[in-house]
């Protein structure tokens, strides 16, 4: 499946934050945002998931070939780690959990309830629940917040195994995970002209 984004222009709270970007995602393949804080890797992420409209341009890929992983790690506290992914998993029409628990090394923690966890390990635990979306096109924002050392090494083994498999990733991460095969895109370049003072209006419509 792969992702098309067209002379894309994506905003923000109603301002233009990123331009006439266009790529695409091919199966197999990683692209990694980079850029400044604030210069609109969330806003694109967020538009390519359809959760926002973009401003102009085109983004061809059907939505349901998409999973968005935010910086909420969308974990239910009173539930096990088992019972969060087998959740999920029954949203996404899957079936075993048993491959996201060991890819994640959250075996020992099945039977804990995600509110007993430490912050890394509920990032290790929503992460995982990408694996029991069975959705090829994972998009990714920050992926590695509260991660140590070893986990963004179980993180990236992830991503490579879900490459392997024909899957796609776009993510933005400051963090180098060692994907030889993955793509750098600089949004920088596609930064969008600030608003003349005259169309200063024009903004909130």
């Not at 109603?14 to 692209?31: D, M, N, T, Y």
């Not at 059907?62 to 087998?86: F, I, Q």
């Not at 994640?104 to 099945?110: G, I, M, N, R």
């Not at 990236?156 to 490459?163: E, K, P, Y």
């Amino acid at each position: 499946m792969t992702v098309h984004v067209s002379d894309l222009t994506v905003t923000r709270g109603g301002v233009a934050v990123l331009e006439g970007l266009s790529f695409a995602l091919r199966p197999g393949e990683a692209v990694v945002l980079r850029g400044p804080n604030g210069i609109g890797k969330t806003t694109l992420l967020r538009t390519v998931a359809g959760l926002q409209p973009a401003r102009a341009g085109r983004v061809e890929a059907p939505p349901e070939s998409m999973v968005y992983a935010g910086h909420a790690d969308g974990l239910k506290a009173t539930l096990t780690v088992s019972e969060n992914l087998t959740f999920w998993a029954r949203v996404f029409g899957q079936g075993a959990i048993g491959p996201a628990l060991d890819a994640f090394e959250l075996c020992p923690l099945a039977d804990r309830q995600a509110g007993a966890l430490s912050a890394g390990q509920k990032r290790r635990l929503g992460l995982a629940r990408l694996l029991v979306t069975g959705r090829p096109v994972w998009l990714l924002d920050e992926p590695t917040v509260s991660l140590d050392v070893d986990a963004v090494a179980l993180f990236a083994d992830a991503v490579r195994a879900h490459l392997a498999g024909g899957g796609s990733a776009l993510m933005a991460t400051h963090i180098d995970l060692g994907l030889a095969e993955a793509r750098v895109l600089d949004v920088a370049a596609f930064r969008a002209a600030a608003p003349d003072a005259e169309d200063f209006d024009e903004v909130f419509l």
